[in-house]
């Protein structure tokens, strides 16, 4: 299981502008085929199903509620694909490897990361000597992405859902031993509460005297979004040595 070794990228961010997006023709990075290509064969028997394409039954956030959300726009070859992340510090983006690279788990620099207008602030992450593993703290995921499935164009509009952050153990029984491992961290599906697609990359938090990041969208059940399976993120705390050797972040003891 290699290809789930490694599932966070960090990319340099450029000066800022203003850019004019055709929203219309950004597709979640789900759609393209390096996306399918990391996962094990347990999950390429969905590769032609379309669940829905967003945060399910989940609220649109209010201006600022997440600061440190973004929205990543990547230019493949089969055309622009959209994830989300968070920001990390000024100059860098966490996300996953497959919303930037195709193929490979890099090192990358590239991507067009949008930003909110307000309160733009850096994620917090674990501590070093931070050893807990979240279960049962309620998760909040936030993100981008289709609307529904009738939907052909995505939304720059940021959605959230809450759900109970589970242990290993319990994901393990929901999913299998083979597909969940030390480096991920699940949050419950229950009541068709989950990251979808359009949402890869982004952050999954807790309250901890504030929002901490403790997760980064990886994958869910492709048999639908709203099934109640749980959602898999990669454990933050998990990649804390990469992060760090990777980038100017430097996290707390």
């Given at each position: 299981?290699?290809?789930?070794?490694?599932?966070?990228v960090?990319?340099?961010?450029?000066s800022a502008?203003w850019?004019d997006i055709?929203?219309?023709?950004v597709?979640?990075?789900?759609e393209?085929?390096?996306y399918?290509?990391?996962?094990?064969?347990?999950?390429?028997?969905?590769?032609?199903?379309?669940?829905?394409?967003?945060?399910t039954?989940?609220?649109v956030?209010?201006p600022g509620q997440f600061?440190?959300q973004?929205?990543l726009l990547?230019?493949f070859?089969?055309?622009?694909?959209l994830?989300?992340?968070s920001?990390?510090?000024n100059n860098y983006?966490l996300t996953?490897a497959h919303?930037v690279?195709s193929?490979a788990t890099t090192l990358?620099?590239?991507?067009?990361a949008?930003?909110?207008?307000?309160?733009?602030?850096?994620?917090?992450?674990?501590?070093?000597?931070d050893t807990?593993q979240?279960g049962?703290?309620m998760?909040?995921?936030?993100?981008?992405?289709?609307?529904?499935?009738a939907?052909?164009?995505?939304s720059?509009?940021?959605?959230?859902?809450?759900?109970?952050?589970?242990?290993n153990?319990?994901?393990i029984?929901?999913w299998?031993t083979v597909?969940?491992?030390?480096?991920?961290?699940c949050?419950?599906?229950a009541d068709?509460?989950?990251a979808c697609n359009?949402?890869s990359?982004?952050?999954?938090a807790v309250q901890?005297?504030?929002?901490?990041q403790?997760g980064?969208v990886?994958?869910?059940?492709?048999?639908?979004?709203?099934i109640?399976?749980?959602?898999v993120?990669a454990?933050?705390?998990?990649?804390l040595?990469?992060?760090?050797?990777?980038s100017?972040?430097s996290?707390?003891?």
């Open positions: 299981m290699k290809s789930f070794a490694l599932l966070v960090l990319l340099a961010v450029a502008e850019i055709d929203w219309s023709q597709r979640p990075i789900e393209f085929d390096h399918w290509a990391r996962l094990p064969a347990e999950l390429q028997i969905y590769r032609n199903v379309r669940p829905s394409g967003r945060i039954n989940g609220q956030a209010t600061p440190y973004i929205a990547s230019q070859g089969a055309g622009t694909g994830c989300g992340g920001v990390l510090t983006i996953a919303c690279v193929g990358a620099n590239g991507g067009t949008i930003m909110g207008a307000q309160n733009r602030n850096p994620a917090r992450l674990p501590a070093r000597s807990r979240f049962g703290m998760g909040t995921v936030s993100g981008f992405g289709r609307t529904s499935d939907s052909t164009a995505t720059a509009v940021v959605m959230f859902t809450t759900n109970p952050v589970m242990t153990a319990d994901c029984a929901s299998n597909l969940i491992q030390p480096q991920n961290v949050m419950s599906g068709g509460r989950s359009g949402d990359g982004g952050p999954l901890d005297g504030g929002s901490l403790i980064i990886s994958f869910g059940s492709a048999a639908g979004c709203s109640g399976m749980p959602s993120y454990r933050v705390s998990f990649f040595d990469f992060i760090e050797n990777n100017d972040y996290a707390a003891a």
